[in-house]
Every structure is written in structure tokens, then in C-alpha cells.
């Protein structure tokens, strides 16, 4: 066995919506594949004895040992690697128990799903698990020396990646509080909440702590001397640079005992107290020195040492800190009494566990000879005997909780000094022989002041209560009915997610000062472009998210973001998702049209309760997906009938629906009628259907997040789009932007009709779909007779003439077949008669001023949208031509649209040249067109980007062949052969070929626009 790929998911994902912490792990079982457990002799035996832990796991049989007896019957080895990589996460303290096995599209090869703490644990425990399998297999055993190795480096893993008590008790409040939480590696920050309510924590460092309070803080002579200013009690003392004052700042003081600290440390460091002797202030010097440029020399106050936290100037816990030390017992020594205070569960390196390791060094030395003892004494029963000067938990000190003891008069001075300090989260260190006496009563000073202090002897003391200081911080940093995210929109789909997105935030924007929203070309702030180097889609989510400036969040959600790396977010407020289609199936394994709608649904269970989960009721699977939806659930449609939408309006829900030009919301018994196509630019005159569905789904996003009906209309009508904004997507381009030599000669085109190569006087022609190479069926339809607009309608205002409508549609996804050549068909020339402008509901107010002269129209016969028309007219030839050319003919339809896009302003001059059929389903229109029309398209693509060369990033390599081209992927996988499509890679093909405005557009520089 080998593992072929590791790949860590950080977020809610395709596996699972609960565990958002998993490894995924593609592991080739080799000549195993279809070995199961049982078929290899000693295996069981030797797991076993490798693992006895296994006994406590149950699995199918659900009972204890119900995995074991499984591995004894016979079980797959892909699902005991699963149950193993977990089970030594376990043993390494970190408890995890989520893990799935499944099967892939290639022979051989299993997916493993296992759930980590630590991803650099669960990466180590997935190649653990291959060798302890590998070994057993081979060997029959796996050697304990070598089991014992692992578990000590997860241990060192786990412990690396620990955070600190203080960071700890805050991310758990902060989950307990739903509040989400980032942390921001590059800078050591978390981000507590997203866009413009977010706060930020460093420990107990908080985004409301003062500058000047924590420089202030950090300097203790001057925190001693501003305090002693305002009447606060604290030592005599005196700094001193050189060793040289030493002796005269000691006898300044009135002589010993004295304390001698480093003018700026932390945590107890080069600290020395109660010094009693000229030797013991020499040593004590030098190891301030080591910390400090400056040195503090005062008075020693007897007494025991507490710490009073502050939060937002109010004092929340206190606690008594002792030094660290041992009890004795009569028996042992001291360094086996450390040892076994050592071996507390509580205690660890540094600040990971609620306790530190008790550390033997030259400071140990020093304080045992002071009391007359060394290493290997054995102390009395019940003797005390001290290991360090100072009472930091840092060194090893304990903690007992005095809260509920501390003097009323104590309480006071503490919050007055936080004051005096300005530190929102202080940490107050007292000398004091009795706390529950004032301090003038007990001879008490306080000895200093600590910015961003930590947490854990208030949380989980040595003795008495744990105090929740998390909570109080928190309420300070969002007190209640504050928010603490922004709205977050999530757009998923498997095609077409780029265009709803800046709509949606366009319509955000007439409400939201700041809307943060990315594409699959880039991140904005409003209608600024980031500069960010090839982001991944989670990536681009995060930067969003995690800017202060940002009001609303609307997110493109990648299908490969959901399977390869979860989700940035938890929740959200609204989930769009616009469709799930088949031509993305064996980018992937999920390679069946049900799994990829399940990629989808992670957006609609992520639907917070209170939210909204947008679904095209078109679309069976997406409909579907209402099921898994925790929230609420609205609908859109172009069919104002869908009995989907009608028995969800009928319950008292929400929909969006296309009904007779317009586009309404439905609630309850309200309709609410938004606008006309013919009024949405963005909507090319209500000739792209999968366009109107997209404003429907933007507008219906819009109106459950509060958004108001004159808001939505107005963004409706002041939107366009811009080629840098939507890539591929329905883009007219106008050839005068765009000084290219490359494509000049195809935009050039003669102001003449355009029906031969001779006339277009180019060469090659831009050969797109020619008329005789249409389906046999297709020729018995009298095209020319149904092109022929017989009826006419003023259901839609007319702009412009029929061709420019038709041009329209042809330069759209809604889908097209384009003909040209020799049976070029005559569309004439109808002329509009002018009339009145037909009435709307909601008639233009702002943005663009009103035209001075009426709109023409056509004259009124039997109403009939051109929509209808034109779907009437391609299902006549789609319902002869379904079955032929359809993987082939979605390729060559997609290059159709490409070219259509860079000559659109072009190719139907004068009313004749071209016939074009549009139809609504992207998918049934590219069916009528034929194999051997993709040779000369494919021909034009390598006169517009090169011979042999590069083309869509170096994704595909086209060359020339003697009957026509061939394709192939970089990595020499062939993608078109011979006139043969692989049938794997057509999806993608298609969307490349879809690219080709795009790319040629940003040959050269980026236009200016005027």
C-alpha cells in the first residue's frame, strides 16, 4: 500500500458538515485491493496486540469489540487504516472519533476521511497507520519501541500546536457564544467575528487595549511612580543601570531584606526577593541584567502574593499564587518529590496545560541552600520546602481562587488603578499577609500592573473555584445585542456562479456602504479590485471576511473549495444555490450527478436558522436540497406555475417567478412586482433566460435579507456588467476598445452582407456552424419560413430591430447554434411602427434619464413574447436532433458562443447573413450541431492564438494533423482525437473554449475606458 495524496480540509466540506476538521487521504491498496482482512494470515493477531485500545471500539456490530470482530470475520483494509490513524490520535490525547471510507473511479485506489485536532497530528497519524498496517501485514507484528515513537511525536505535534490556557479560554467562549473565530497566523492574532464587527485578540490582549496603558504597564518604575503619584500604595525602590549604584540604592533603602527585578520583564523572569546579603544582591543582579538593561532594587514587603484581574475596570477574579514546591512524605528525596509532582496531569511545558513543569536549575539550587536542604534531602513528613523565589505559575507556582475573599476597600483601589493605568484587562499583582483586610490595615503594596495577563490561574485554580474570566472580556468586547458578523451570502451552483454574484452585491450596495464580494478572477470592496496573486476561492472568502472595513459578505462558493477544503465560514445567512449540471463529472470523484448536487447542499445546510437557503425550483436537485435545509427556504423561477414554488407559496413562503416580462416575488397572498426585463440592462432585453434567472435569484437574496422592492429595482436598472468582471459570461465586446493585430482582421468586417468567405476577405474564414453540416432531421424544417416573425407582439419595447434581439441571444449561454456558408438564410427587415411606450408598474425614476422621443414597438397582433417565439421555433428542431452529436455538439456550441462574443457587433448586418435559434437550455441547443463542425472552429482558434502553441493558461495544446486538429491536455492526455472527444475532459473543454473572449481580450494591455 502508498499513500498517493494527503489533503487537509479546514472548514464544513463535501464529507462532512459537522466534523469540519478532516484529512483526506487517496491510498492505493496495490495488489490488496480486493484482500480483505481475514485472507491474511497473522493480521489479526498482530493488530491486536499492536492495539489493544481497539477493543473499545464498536463499529457495525455496535457493541464493545464489534471492530475487532469484524477484523476477525474480514474488513476491507481501507476502513482499518481509517479506524487505525484515529485510534493513535487517541492514545496521544487527542480525542477524535469521525472517519469514513469510500471507493473512488479508479480501481484500487480508496479515499479515506479521518478527523484530526492537529492537522500536522492527523497527517503523521494517516502515515502511522500505513506503516503499522504495512508491518503487520508483512511481518505480523508492529514493534511496541516503534508504536511508542509515534505516539511521542503526536504528543510533540499536539503540544507544538497547542494554544496558549489564556487564547484557549477565549476561542471556547467564543464557540460557546456562536461567535466565529480565525486565527491569523501571520501576524499570531485571532479574529473574534467577521467583517466590521470583528475584535481582535493577542492572550489577553484585546483590540480596546491602550497603547499607551500597555507601554506604560510594560515599564515598571514608571507604572510605580505614576501610581505613587495618584496616592496608590507601592514599594520604595529605586533603578539602577550600573552595578556600580547597587550598594548606594540598597543603603537608600534603609538596607535588607530587599527584591531586586528587571526594570521590563515578564512572567516572573530574573526576579529575586527577599534578599538578605550583599553576595545574594550580586547573584541577583546579574540575573536581572540578563533580562533587562535596567534593574529595580526595593523594599521586600513580607507577605503572600496575589493577583487581582480587572476586566472593562470592574475586578473579576483574585487569586493567591504560591511558589512552586513540594510536600515531604519522610521517604523520598526532593528530586523525587518534583518528579512526582511532575507527573500531574494538570502540568506541562510552558503555558499549555493548566499547570507548568516544575524545572530544576541553578535558581533551585540557590533557593534549596537558603533553607539548608539540596537535591537529595528527604524531607519530614508535611515540611514544605520551596523550589522558587517567585509565585508565577510560569515557574511552576499554584493557584488558589480568593474571589470571594478579597476586602470591598481592595475591590476599589484595584479598578481605580486599572483606571490610572488605562488597561481594558489588568492584571494587578499584590503583596498582602491577609487579602480580606484592607491593604493599609496588612501592610500591603501593589507591586505591579501587567498588560494582557494571563487567564489560567483564574479558570482552573489549584485549589477552589474555576472562574469563567473568558466571559466578562467577551462581554466587554461585544456587549449584549451587539453583532459580532456580517450578512454572508454564499452563491454555489455548477455553472453561472459569476454573474449572479456582482449583481447581488450591486443590489447590496444601494443599502450597505461596504459590500466585500469575490469571482473566480478576483476579490472587491465594492467596486475596487484587490491586487492578490492567484487566490484560491477560500482564500479570496478569508481576505473578505477578515476585513474590518466590509458590511456584507457575498461569496462565490467553488465546488472545489467544498471538496478540498471546506468552507471558510460555518454558517451563513443566505445560501444560493443556482443549479447542478453534469458537465463538470470526472474533474472530481464525486463523478455522478447526485453526488455533485450533495457538493452543493453543503451550502443549504450551512443556512443558520434564522436564514435563508435561495433554490431554483427548475432544477429537481436543487429543489431537493430543501430537505437538508435548517433555515428557511424561498424559491425562484422562470416558471410562475412551478408547482414547486405554488405549493411552497400556498404554506406561506417565498418566491421569486418570471411572469409575463416581469419579475415578481411572491409572499403569501402578496405579489410583488420588481421590474421588466426590457428595463434590467443586464437582462439583454429578456432575450437570455438563464440571465433573468440569475436577477431573479439576486433579487429574491435581496428581498429575505430586508432589502427593499425600490432599492432592488433601482440597482436592477443601473447595473452592467464589464468583461473584467464576468468573465465568459455574456459580454458583448465592442471592438473598438481592443487594439490587437491577432483579432483586428476578424472585427474588420465590411459594412456589406456577409454571406461567403470571399466577401469576409479573410483567411481563414471565422468558421463557426455551418448550415450543411446540420443534422439530416433538421433539413425538413422549413427554417427560413420559421424564422420569418409572421406574428408580431408589443408585449416587449422594442430598441432596436429583430435582428439586433436575435444577435442577442446568439452572443448568450442560453444556448445557440450559429450557420453560415452556403446556406445562409435572408431574415428581413422589419421595420417597427412607432406608438406608445407600453405601461410598467414601476416605471424608471432615477439613474438614466427618460428618452425624449416615445419607444418603438411593434404593432399589436396576438400576444406573444419573443421569448416564446423563439423557444417554439427550437423545439421543433431540438425535439428531432436530441439524441445526435451532444457531448460533441456542447463543445462546439460553447466555441460558437466564444466567436460570437469577439464579432457580435458584426455578423448580421443589413438583416441577412446569419440565422440563429436560441433556445433555453444551454445543453438541448448544442445538440444540433454536428461532429464535423469542430475541426474548423478548432482551426480558428489556432489562427487567433497561434500555431501549436498554449492556450487558457497552459491548460490545452492544440496541433495541426492533416485532417484537421487534435488537442491535448499539458500533461499529453488527449482531449480531441481523430474527431473523437474524450468524453472525461469535455466539460472542462467546453468551459476553456468559453474563455476565448476573455483571453484574447487581455492580449494587450487593458483598455481605458472614457
Excluded at 479560554?169 to 456562536?178: P, S
Excluded at 406574428?791 to 435582428?803: A, F, M, N, V, Y
Excluded at 450559429?818 to 408598474?841: M, Q, Y
Aim: charged share 20%; proline share 5%.
Amino acid at each position: 500500500m502508498k499513500i498517493l495524496q494527503t489533503q487537509t480540509l479546514r472548514g464544513p466540506n463535501y464529507w462532512s458538515t459537522h466534523h469540519s476538521k478532516l484529512i483526506l487521504v487517496r491510498l492505493d491498496l496495490e495488489g490488496l485491493a480486493d484482500q480483505q482482512s481475514n485472507t491474511l494470515p497473522r493480521f489479526y493477531d498482530g493488530i491486536a496486540a499492536a492495539l489493544p485500545s481497539l477493543e473499545a471500539h464498536i463499529c457495525v456490530p455496535g457493541c464493545r469489540g464489534g471492530f475487532l470482530s469484524r477484523v476477525q470475520e474480514g474488513a476491507r483494509l481501507g476502513h482499518i487504516f481509517e479506524r487505525v490513524a484515529l485510534e493513535l490520535q487517541t492514545l496521544a490525547d487527542m480525542s477524535v472519533g469521525f472517519g469514513c471510507t469510500h471507493k473512488t473511479a479508479t480501481p484500487g485506489i480508496a479515499q479515506i476521511i479521518i478527523e484530526y485536532q492537529t492537522e500536522a497530528a492527523g497527517c503523521y497519524a494517516a502515515r502511522a497507520a500505513l506503516r503499522l498496517c504495512q508491518s503487520i501485514i508483512e511481518t505480523g507484528i508492529y514493534p511496541k519501541s516503534e508504536l511508542q515513537k509515534d505516539l511521542d511525536d503526536l504528543a510533540r505535534l499536539r503540544t507544538e500546536a497547542a494554544l496558549g490556557a489564556s487564547t484557549e479560554a477565549l476561542v471556547r467562549e467564543a464557540e460557546n457564544r456562536g461567535i466565529p473565530w480565525t486565527h491569523l497566523e501571520h501576524s499570531d492574532l485571532f479574529q473574534l467575528g467577521y467583517g466590521k464587527y470583528q475584535k481582535r485578540v493577542q492572550a489577553a490582549l484585546t483590540s480596546y487595549s491602550s497603547v499607551l496603558g500597555v507601554e506604560v504597564a510594560c515599564d515598571k518604575q514608571r507604572t510605580k511612580t505614576l501610581l505613587d503619584s495618584m496616592g496608590a500604595p507601592v514599594p520604595l525602590g529605586v533603578v539602577v543601570y550600573a552595578f556600580k549604584d547597587l550598594e548606594d540604592a540598597i543603603h537608600r533603602l534603609g538596607g535588607y531584606p530587599i527584591v531586586i527585578k528587571p526594570l521590563d520583564g515578564s512572567q516572573g523572569r530574573g526576579i529575586t526577593i527577599n534578599i538578605q546579603s550583599w553576595r545574594q544582591a550580586k547573584i541577583a543582579y546579574d540575573r536581572a541584567r540578563d533580562v533587562s538593561k535596567g534593574v529595580i532594587v526595593e523594599h521586600f514587603y513580607q507577605g503572600r502574593d496575589h493577583r487581582i484581574l480587572v476586566v472593562n475596570h470592574k475586578v473579576v477574579a483574585v487569586a493567591e499564587r504560591v511558589p512552586a514546591h513540594v510536600v515531604g512524605d519522610g521517604r523520598s528525596t526532593i528530586a523525587a518529590l518534583v518528579k512526582q509532582e511532575n507527573q500531574d496531569d494538570r502540568r506541562g511545558e510552558g503555558h499549555d496545560n493548566m499547570l507548568t513543569q516544575i524545572e530544576l536549575d541553578d535558581a533551585t539550587d540557590e533557593i534549596l541552600r537558603e533553607q539548608g536542604h539540596s537535591l537529595n534531602t528527604i524531607l519530614p513528613p508535611d515540611q514544605i520546602c520551596y523550589l522558587r523565589a517567585t509565585a508565577n505559575l510560569s515557574t511552576g507556582g499554584i493557584a488558589i481562587d480568593r474571589t470571594d475573599e478579597i476586602h470591598p476597600d481592595t475591590v476599589w483601589l484595584a479598578e481605580r488603578v486599572s483606571r490610572i493605568i488605562d488597561l481594558d484587562v489588568a492584571g494587578i499583582d499584590v503583596i498582602t499577609t491577609d487579602i480580606t483586610k484592607t491593604l493599609s490595615e496588612a501592610d500591603g503594596v501593589i507591586v505591579e500592573v501587567n498588560a494582557a495577563p494571563g487567564l489560567r490561574m483564574h479558570i482552573a485554580p489549584s485549589r477552589g473555584i474555576g472562574r469563567n474570566v473568558a466571559a466578562p472580556i467577551f462581554d466587554m468586547l461585544f456587549p449584549p445585542r451587539t453583532p459580532t458578523q456580517i450578512p454572508i451570502v454564499a452563491v454555489a451552483g455548477t455553472n453561472g456562479k459569476a454573474t449572479p454574484t456582482p449583481l447581488i452585491a450591486h443590489i447590496f450596495s444601494q443599502v450597505y456602504e461596504e459590500v466585500g464580494f469575490t469571482t473566480p478572477d478576483g476579490i472587491y470592496i465594492g467596486d475596487r479590485p484587490l491586487k492578490t496573486i492567484n487566490p484560491s476561492a477560500s482564500q479570496r472568502a478569508q481576505v473578505i471576511l477578515q476585513d474590518p472595513t466590509v458590511e456584507i459578505a457575498v461569496l462565490e462558493t467553488a465546488q472545489d473549495e467544498i471538496l478540498q477544503s471546506g468552507l471558510v465560514f460555518a454558517h451563513c445567512d443566505v445560501g444560493v444555490v443556482l443549479n447542478v449540471a453534469a458537465d463538470q463529472l470526472g474533474l472530481n470523484d464525486p463523478n455522478t450527478i447526485s453526488s455533485m448536487a450533495r457538493v452543493n447542499t453543503v451550502i443549504a445546510e450551512m443556512v443558520r436558522p434564522n436564514g435563508y437557503a435561495v433554490l431554483n425550483a427548475d432544477d429537481r436537485h436543487v429543489a431537493a436540497m430543501a430537505e437538508q435545509v435548517v433555515g428557511k427556504v424561498a424559491y425562484f423561477s422562470m416558471d410562475s406555475e412551478n408547482w414547486v414554488v405554488r405549493s411552497h407559496i400556498q404554506q406561506g413562503g417565498i418566491a421569486a417567478v418570471y411572469e409575463k416580462g416581469h419579475l415578481c416575488i411572491l409572499q403569501e397572498d402578496w405579489v410583488y412586482q420588481i421590474e421588466h426585463v426590457a428595463q434590467i440592462p443586464n437582462a439583454l432585453g429578456g432575450c437570455t433566460p438563464y440571465l433573468i434567472a440569475n436577477a431573479l435569484a439576486a433579487s429574491l437574496t435581496a428581498f429575505v435579507l430586508g432589502v427593499k422592492v425600490e432599492q432592488i429595482r433601482s440597482a436592477l436598472r443601473s447595473y452592467t456588467t464589464s468583461a473584467w468582471q464576468t468573465v465568459g459570461q455574456t459580454t458583448l465586446f465592442n471592438p473598438n476598445y481592443y487594439d490587437c493585430e491577432r483579432i483586428k482582421p476578424y472585427l474588420d468586417f465590411q459594412d456589406e452582407t456577409i454571406t461567403t468567405q470571399t466577401e469576409l476577405k479573410l483567411s481563414p474564414s471565422p468558421v463557426l456552424i455551418h448550415a450543411n453540416s446540420l443534422p439530416p432531421l433538421a433539413a425538413s424544417i422549413d427554417l427560413e419560413s420559421a424564422l420569418r416573425l409572421t406574428r408580431q407582439t408589443d408585449e416587449i419595447p422594442q430598441e432596436h430591430s429583430l435582428k439586433e434581439k436575435v444577435l442577442a441571444a446568439v452572443g448568450s449561454h442560453s444556448a445557440t447554434a450559429v450557420l453560415n456558408g452556403s446556406r445562409a438564410f435572408d431574415i428581413p427587415r422589419i421595420e417597427p411602427k412607432p406608438t406608445e411606450p407600453a405601461h410598467h408598474a414601476h416605471p424608471k425614476k432615477n439613474n438614466h434619464a427618460e428618452p425624449s422621443q416615445p419607444k418603438k414597438v411593434f404593432a399589436k397582433s396576438k400576444p406573444r413574447s419573443f421569448k416564446a417565439w423563439v423557444a417554439e421555433v427550437a423545439s421543433k428542431v431540438v425535439q428531432k436532433t436530441a439524441k445526435q452529436a451532444f457531448n460533441l455538439g456542447e463543445v462546439v456550441g460553447t466555441a460558437a458562443i466564444a466567436f460570437t462574443h469577439i464579432a457580435a457587433d458584426r455578423l448580421l448586418e443589413k438583416g441577412k447573413a446569419l440565422g440563429a435559434i436560441a433556445w433555453e437550455k444551454f445543453e438541448k441547443a448544442t445538440q444540433l450541431v454536428d461532429p464535423a463542425t469542430l475541426d474548423p472552429a478548432l482551426q480558428d482558434v489556432m489562427v487567433l492564438w497561434g500555431k501549436n502553441g498554449r492556450f487558457v493558461d497552459e491548460l490545452f495544446i492544440f496541433q495541426q494533423n492533416h485532417t484537421g486538429v487534435d488537442v491535448y491536455l499539458k500533461n499529453g492526455t488527449p482531449v480531441y482525437i481523430g474527431g473523437k472527444l474524450n468524453s472525461h475532459i469535455d466539460g472542462r473543454f467546453s468551459f476553456a473554449l468559453s474563455q476565448i473572449p476573455e483571453n484574447l481580450a487581455k492580449v494587450k494591455e487593458r483598455p481605458h475606458y472614457p
